[in-house]
């Protein structure tokens, strides 16, 4: 139900989103990009949508610069908005004191270091800025889930791809613009497996339950989705990797998957009856996945519930 405070909040995220995306416009158009393909990439990168015209995404405009603006926005869209409409009545404190984006930045900063290192010495750029770029544009337009690509990350090492491939379960912060099942889902997560060597340790202490149960059955709904997908999808026949980055790829809507679905391929070699199980997995990841399954109860139907 929408009362006043809630519409005052909505309006200020929506006024902040259209300042995001016309200021990235203005960044890309300012980077020698065509103002239709300013505008184009502007609206799918902060939207979360990962469109683009050319089949090499960014790199089609090898331009450093706007990989760099790209990917400032992309951590901008999949953090939390409500941290940056603070930012100006509380200061830098209102980014400190939040977990999560502490958590969210340094999944960052960690999971692009150990690409750039790994591919930088396993041969696949030729210099450390390059690694550099294309590790953290990839991370952060996994976990942003922006689908934005820079280079072919089918060829990098095993261990880089397999980074990406856990951030794709992860997602971005809480009240953002990106999909998955949010930073703060999972560090509550690792705080459960705390608590439960916690009270191992000491029986007698009491933690609270509520919010914490709520984001375990959430967990388990999303990994049973995960799963339910996997093994629908998989009547394609193809390998293991494409199938399960192509149903994290439409369930937390980052539209690039690894293999098969990655930059140099796409979905068109799903079947007919894939492409339906892959659509409705698109839809339950930006409706959240109770509010999909609520449709189909008896009882959300009933004008007398209580």
């Not at 951590?75 to 509380?90: C, D, H, R, T, V």
Request: net charge positive; proline share 3%; charged share 10%.
């Amino acid at each position: 139900k929408f009362h006043l405070k809630f519409h005052g909040t909505v309006s200020k995220l929506f006024r902040l989103y259209v300042f995001l995306t016309l200021s990235l416009i203005i960044f890309f158009y300012l980077g020698k990009m065509s103002l239709f393909d300013s505008i184009l990439h502007g609206l799918s990168t902060i939207g979360t949508g990962g469109f683009s015209t050319y089949n090499n995404g960014l790199a089609h405009f090898g331009n450093p610069f706007i990989n760099w603006v790209c990917i400032i926005f992309m951590f901008i869209a999949g953090s939390n908005l409500n941290l940056w409409l603070g930012l100006k009545k509380y200061g830098i404190k209102t980014f400190r004191k939040n977990a999560e984006f502490k958590f969210y930045l340094i999944l960052i900063v960690s999971a692009s270091t150990l690409i750039s290192t790994n591919t930088y010495f396993s041969g696949i750029f030729t210099t450390p800025c390059e690694a550099i770029t294309s590790g953290f544009f990839q991370v952060t337009s996994f976990i942003s889930t922006s689908g934005q690509r820079l280079s072919n990350f089918n060829a990098w090492p095993t261990f880089s791809k397999m980074i990406p491939l856990a951030i794709m379960l992860i997602g971005g912060c809480t009240s953002s613009l990106a999909g998955g099942p949010k930073v703060l889902r999972i560090l509550t997560s690792i705080r459960l497996i705390q608590r439960g060597i916690s009270i191992k340790l000491h029986p007698n202490k009491i933690f609270p339950q509520e919010v914490s149960t709520n984001i375990a059955n959430f967990m388990f709904l999303y990994f049973f989705t995960i799963f339910s997908g996997c093994l629908l999808v998989s009547i394609n026949d193809f390998d293991l990797i494409t199938t399960f980055s192509g149903v994290l790829a439409c369930l937390n809507n980052i539209g690039l998957g690894f293999n098969l679905v990655g930059p140099t391929g796409g979905f068109h070699i799903f079947s007919g009856f894939s492409k339906l199980i892959l659509s409705l997995l698109m839809i339950a990841g930006r409706l959240e996945l109770f509010t999909l399954l609520m449709l189909f109860s008896p009882h959300y139907w009933n004008p007398d519930r209580v």
